[in-house]
């Protein structure tokens, strides 16, 4: 028997209940705090993106004494605030056949059948009530002249169920949790902390009780207690180097709980994205996406030549290959993420990539504005169409776009029980930096949903059940042995990084780290690339202990300290990721191994062998993860071999 | 490409600063102005010295992070640019680059070219939202809202907060920030109910950090986002209105 139980709500005779009615019900099971009471607790959130702040501004709302804390200037600087093309609901406003249990069962299948079903039931019930929040927030979504909201397609769904702002749909949905979060802090429930970044965890007992952080205008270190400890900080695709991340994403909450006990799962499920514009020289610092919601209306093609030259326009319709076209045609260029990153990767490499460094594939918008005319397209990407300009110097209604794969989210993250508690009592994990609902792959839209179900429909219910008995339970003090020793950790820290004064910056090491994670742990792997990076990760950490360079002092503002911080706990990450992804031996949604694929070359599972979460235990520096499996039982959505043709 | 870069280093708040000059070499013109910036920084990295501070996050111009004057304008000589989209190509090899923080007494300088921008929090705080409950919405689609109207509250909900509009002011006024969030809010019929409070709140916050208005349309041409001076209009037309009503209903 595990030590992992997901309490997912079970019946007397210990079967899993209705997954129809189990939130409801369940609900109605759970302990609640009196509303008088409910200031009596203290809640800590790290980070201020959409679960961040959607959890923080409810549960001020509903009366919990809340410390929201953020390593950005403001709350509403989160990278959320990037996502472009949507967030998902089964409101079926359309009348195209959408549910709650199809918006279940896409999720499902999209995850290629890793996911645990009771949280993914949960989050298709509560998308509705997520639009209808962010509409009376005065979210500006997209309408119709009529007035009713807009809806667009997206990958991995045959239903029109995408609710947007412009391409600014992340951007408008956390300015509203923002905009939340900074009414609860007029009202003196929440108390922002901004500029302070999370460097551990600290565990009294085996509850988690409180944070250590550094202030990073400062260099201060301060302690903070409190009843229960909440991280929403996002996921780990910086492990890349180039992703479509914004800068300052880390792992180090993550990181951090984890070695303070929380399970580390399914760290191998990355998402490579589709859209991104292609890396154009060796110091470019980050991808770019261009939203999803382009494939939409535009189509995806390379020359049906390998080594074609000519301009594209120059290059005619037969000797064009719309691939996605042929070889998915009931989906065609709107199949999940995993399956057009892949398929962009097989032509690239099959040398009929486009572009100077031959490292694209088009994104042709020219038959949609035939279609539907320029202005129609115009209104629907322009913001995507003048970024693409701006990085490139090129007009994508005049020449198609250039477009390839690149790291984007990270479906593995912390593991959670169906609370969203992680294996540390008292530790919630919400958002990205969990593992819960996407299984082996995210559909597009996804996100931004997951985010704020979490924030605002679910983690503000399952903490009061968790609060409930620990009513007079006291304080643990600052002054404690264990934030003594947690902040002694941090000192220590930061000290032997600004006293190595080696040769090489942190972003060198980074780049490293990178290289190897793409190279190996990529869109692509196999055991003996796997194992090489085994052997490479942890001697390129030896390496950066020893020569990094991190000028400056800890007493003020210093970039290069906090990215070595980052930068040391992505060189411990990235061996997991490593770990996870060997030990896996069969392909599931953004993990491929090599060594298992079907005859036509998709992604092929081992359900008789591998239909679990994997959920690691730290065992101390050095020392390899125990291996955790939660076993995964598909009641309502029969596994089969996914697919999109 | 090789430039000259003259930029501003200041170690904290409290101390003077100067102008410093390094010689960014070998450029490639597909670099952003931060990936130029990020190569200085390594080569003073390896040299022994402290980095150029300066905010940055997604580089995708839509955080509101970063933001430097550049030549003496915000974002730099390209319009509609976050500072992180403007790529170097816009410049000429060998042009000299003058680099400074926003200027702005509401924005007081933390280090080199990093400011503190919290007074555009407080703004928000003062009424930069609707009043619901996490659980009290109806359903989405029994507000209708006219297409024009919720183009209109979008193109002023699309400002990133990066305060470009304060440092070009030659006032260091914040009126293009705050009227954006209002008329974000004020002309969706969510906002409605809360519409004058809410302008007399945040105009009441904003005055008491920033400068005054004087129409001067300095933001407007700064605006990454190119956010319309319209918007201050109608913050006024409105705060006048507040006043009254505020003032009846008292």
């Known amino acids: 028997m595990s030590v992992l139980d997901p309490k997912v709500p079970l019946d007397d005779d210990g079967n899993e209940v209705a997954i129809q009615t189990m939130w409801e019900d369940h609900k109605f099971d759970m302990d609640l705090v009196n509303p008088a009471n409910k200031r009596k607790f203290s809640v800590i959130v790290v980070g201020t993106g959409l679960a961040g702040a959607s959890a923080a501004a409810t549960m001020g709302e509903l009366g919990y004494d809340v410390d929201a804390f953020t390593f950005h200037d403001s709350p509403r600087r989160a990278h959320s605030i990037a996502a472009q093309g949507g967030i998902n609901a089964a409101k079926n406003y359309r009348g195209d056949g959408d549910s709650i249990f199809r918006l279940f069962y896409d999720t499902v299948k999209g995850g290629d059948f890793r996911s645990r079903e009771a949280n993914v039931y949960r989050l298709a019930q509560v998308s509705n009530d997520i639009i209808d929040q962010a509409a009376a927030q005065g979210v500006p979504f997209a309408r119709e002249y009529g007035g009713m909201l807009a809806n667009r397609s997206f990958g991995g769904a045959q239903v029109s169920r995408t609710f947007y702002a412009r391409g600014q749909t992340g951007q408008q949905l956390l300015l509203g949790a923002y905009q939340a979060l900074e009414r609860q802090v007029a009202a003196g429930k929440v108390r922002t902390h901004t500029h302070k970044e999370m460097l551990d965890i600290v565990v009294v007992d085996g509850r988690a009780r409180g944070i250590i952080c550094r202030d990073l205008i400062t260099g201060e270190i301060t302690r903070h207690e409190a009843n229960a400890v909440v991280l929403a900080t996002g996921g780990y695709s910086n492990a890349f180097y180039l992703s479509t991340n914004a800068m300052a994403c880390n792992a180090t909450a993550i990181w951090r709980a984890h070695r303070r006990g929380a399970f580390f799962a399914n760290a191998c499920y990355t998402q490579i994205h589709p859209t991104a514009i292609p890396a154009s020289d060796e110091f470019q610092s980050k991808l770019t996406l261009m939203s999803e919601s382009l494939r939409n209306d535009g189509r995806i093609w390379v020359p049906t030549e390998v080594g074609d030259d000519r301009a594209p326009s120059d290059i005619p319709e037969d000797e064009r290959d719309y691939y996605l076209e042929r070889k998915y045609p009931s989906f065609g260029n709107l199949v999940p993420r995993d399956v057009a990153s892949r398929n962009a990767k097989i032509v690239v490499d099959e040398g009929r990539g486009v572009g100077p460094l031959k490292n694209g594939v088009y994104l042709d918008f020219a038959d949609a504005i035939e279609r539907l005319g320029f202005d129609v397209v115009w209104d629907r990407y322009s913001n995507l169409f003048e970024m693409y300009e701006r990085i490139t110097g090129e007009d994508p209604t005049k020449r198609p776009m250039r477009i390839f794969p690149a790291p984007h989210y990270t479906m593995g993250g912390l593991w959670v029980d169906y609370h969203l508690m992680t294996t540390v009592d008292g530790l919630f994990a919400i958002g990205e930096c969990n593992f819960s609902d996407h299984g082996a792959n995210r559909l597009g839209a996804s996100a931004l949903m997951q985010g704020l179900a979490d924030g605002y429909f679910v983690l503000p219910y399952t903490i009061g059940n968790f609060l409930a008995d620990k009513l007079n339970e006291g304080e643990v003090g600052l002054d404690h042995d264990a934030f003594a020793a947690a902040e002694e950790v941090v000192t220590a820290r930061t000290k032997k990084l600004l006293a190595i004064d080696g040769s090489r910056t942190v972003d060198h090491f980074h780049r490293e780290l990178g290289k190897i994670l793409w190279d190996y742990c990529g869109m692509a792997r196999n055991e003996d690339g796997l194992v090489k990076a085994l052997g490479e990760i942890p001697a390129l950490r030896e390496e950066f202990w020893a020569d990094v360079k991190v000028p400056g002092s800890g007493a003020t503002l210093n970039s290069s300290l906090e990215k070595a911080g980052r930068v040391a706990d992505f060189l411990e990450l990235g061996e997991l990721m490593v770990r996870d992804a060997l030990d896996r031996n069969e392909s599931a949604g953004g993990h491929f191994r090599e060594e298992s694929q079907t005859d036509e070359g998709e992604a092929k599972r081992d359900d008789e062998n591998y239909s679990y979460v994997s959920a690691w235990a730290w065992q101390g520096q050095g020392e390899a993860q125990e291996l955790h499996k939660e076993p995964l039982a598909f009641r309502y959505v029969p596994p089969s071999q996914r697919s999109y043709k | ?250």
């Open chain 2, 1 to 250: 490409m090789n430039l000259t870069l003259q930029v501003w280093r200041q170690a904290g708040p409290d101390v003077p600063g100067s102008f410093a000059t390094y010689e960014a070499t070998d450029i490639s013109a597909d670099a952003s102005f931060l990936e130029m910036l990020d190569l200085v920084n390594e080569r003073l990295v390896l040299d022994g010295d402290e980095p150029i501070e300066f905010s940055h996050d997604c580089r995708e111009g839509i955080c509101g992070s970063c933001g430097v004057m550049i030549n003496g304008v915000p974002h730099g000589p390209q319009r509609g640019t976050a500072t992180c989209q403007l790529h170097m190509r816009t410049f000429a090899d060998g042009d000299e680059i003058v680099i400074e923080p926003w200027r702005a007494s509401g924005f007081p300088i933390v280090k080199d070219l990093v400011v503190d921008r919290s007074p555009f929090d407080e703004i928000i705080q003062a009424g930069g939202y609707v009043t619901v409950d996490t659980g009290q919405a109806q359903d989405a689609n029994l507000t209708q809202i006219p297409k024009e109207t919720a183009d209109l509250a979008m193109d002023a909900a699309a400002c990133i907060g990066c305060g470009a509009c304060v440092a070009a002011c030659p006032n260091g006024a914040a009126q293009l920030f705050t009227s954006a969030k209002l008329a974000h809010l004020n002309l969706l019929p969510q906002g409605d109910a809360e519409r004058y409070e809410r302008t007399e709140s945040m105009v009441g916050v904003m005055e008491s950090y920033f400068g005054s208005c004087t129409n001067m349309g300095e933001c407007e041409t700064a605006c990454p986002k190119e956010i319309s001076i319209d918007f201050i209009a109608m913050m006024n037309k409105d705060y006048v209105k507040a006043k009254f009503r505020n003032r009846r209903s008292a």
